[in-house]
């Protein structure tokens, strides 16, 4: 039976903190940093040694503010791994992994650009490098990743083609984001056959036995939360109108239910309609046309960055009273929160997302005994976070603002 672990982010003073799973006592050495002392069985340290310390750690300090990631020893806490950032602290669990030289994890996105998807690439390739770092693995021993897709998140047959080619090659690891969950079986039951594990992100497949790992929010308590606040503001009644991401991604449909579910609760609120980006041929066209036979519509929900954006800046009625939630706190929805031309984001943590999938990729690389000893997680949902004007400003708020 596969574990899940649903995560819940808890705000004390500026720290998040998470779990993935155990770590072994052999690794001491490998997380030796500058600035960092490990202890050496001495009891007693020179005032000299002391001052030394103090000046290393005040320019590990500086060091800190000028990169997004790094991993510290911790000493008597336990030999875990500390990941620290401007303006984020997390502390992450991680395991003595058997590091197979020249391991290349394969990574197939259902989209390359646009803000989130960069932060998803840039957890990733930090994770690579803290872990190589951590490892002291140099030139062809290190860890290598390709970052691959299509520019759009409906195409997905370029997607499928990516799929082949990278298959092919035979990748000590595929990280997959599936366009659409009823696509990929017949190269993820070749990715089997030939041994690759598979860790999917964001969205996963319909059917998940050729799935040996997720992460990714937990999709479902983000619609209901956009649910929550949109019913809240509208008072629990009034027409809503939903613009959606493709109709065939998990991540999307999770949101749906979420959504759905949670209005349910409200007699007096209406889903006049659901338009979603794959089933029309121009979504702005559509978003217009909607909000033109719905005079009377009183709200929005964007269930993903793309429509949020591209809701936003449609011309609209400037008299127009219509409450919108969007998903995905980019800068264009900041500067609408800002104005009061939303209501606010419900938020993901792609840079997590991100770094957490590589950990899980190099964990699948080792056999399976040594897996089943560590613990390991199957599944890990993010908790989604709510921003809206009263939370915006605040810095801890980290890789959930865009």
């Not at 770094?355 to 908790?383: C, G, R």
């Amino acid at each position: 039976m596969k574990k899940i672990i649903i995560t819940t982010m808890l705000v004390l003073s500026g720290v998040f903190c998470f779990h993935l799973f155990g770590f072994g006592q052999n690794d001491t050495e490998s997380f030796r940093q500058s600035g960092v002392q490990e202890e050496a069985g001495e009891e007693i340290q020179s005032e000299e040694n002391r001052s030394e310390e103090v000046r290393s750690e005040e320019v590990q300090s500086e060091e800190i503010q000028n990169k997004e990631v790094r991993i510290e020893d911790i000493g008597n806490e336990g030999n875990q791994a500390e990941f620290q950032g401007e303006t984020e602290s997390f502390r992450v669990k991680a395991p003595a992994m058997e590091i197979v030289p020249g391991t290349w994890i394969a990574v197939v996105s259902k989209n390359t650009k646009g803000e989130f998807w960069s932060l998803i690439e840039k957890g990733m390739k930090q994770a690579v490098s803290d872990v190589n770092d951590v490892y002291g693995l140099s030139r062809s021993e290190k860890v290598s990743m390709t970052f691959e897709g299509p520019a759009d998140e409906h195409q997905v047959e370029t997607q499928i083609n990516t799929l082949d080619a990278v298959i092919s090659e035979n990748p000590s690891v595929l990280c997959l984001c599936a366009s659409d969950m009823d696509s990929c079986y017949a190269q993820l039951e070749a990715a089997a056959e030939n041994g690759i594990p598979v860790v999917a992100f964001d969205s996963t497949v319909a059917n998940d036995y050729l799935i040996d790992a997720f992460r990714g929010t937990d999709n479902v308590s983000a619609g209901s939360m956009a649910g929550e606040k949109l019913a809240d503001a509208l008072d629990g009644k009034g027409k809503v109108a939903v613009f959606s991401a493709q109709e065939k991604t998990a991540s999307v449909k999770d949101r749906m239910d979420g959504f759905q579910n949670e209005l349910k609760k409200y007699p007096d609120m209406e889903i006049v309609a659901v338009i979603y980006s794959d089933q029309v041929e121009n979504m702005e066209e559509s978003m217009l046309l909607t909000l033109e036979e719905n005079p009377d519509l009183a709200g929005v929900y964007c269930t993903n960055a793309e429509s949020s954006d591209l809701y936003l800046n449609l011309k609209k009625n400037a008299e127009s009273s219509i409450i919108m939630v969007g998903t995905d706190c980019t800068d264009r929805q900041q500067k609408a929160i800002r104005s009061q031309e939303m209501l606010g984001s419900v938020s993901q943590h792609p840079y997590r997302i991100g770094y957490e999938t590589i950990l899980a990729a190099l964990a699948l690389t080792q056999p399976p005994e040594i897996l089943e000893k560590q613990d390991f997680v199957d599944n890990i949902l993010l908790s989604p976070l709510w921003i809206d004007a009263s939370n915006l400003e605040i810095e801890e708020q980290g890789g959930y603002v865009y």
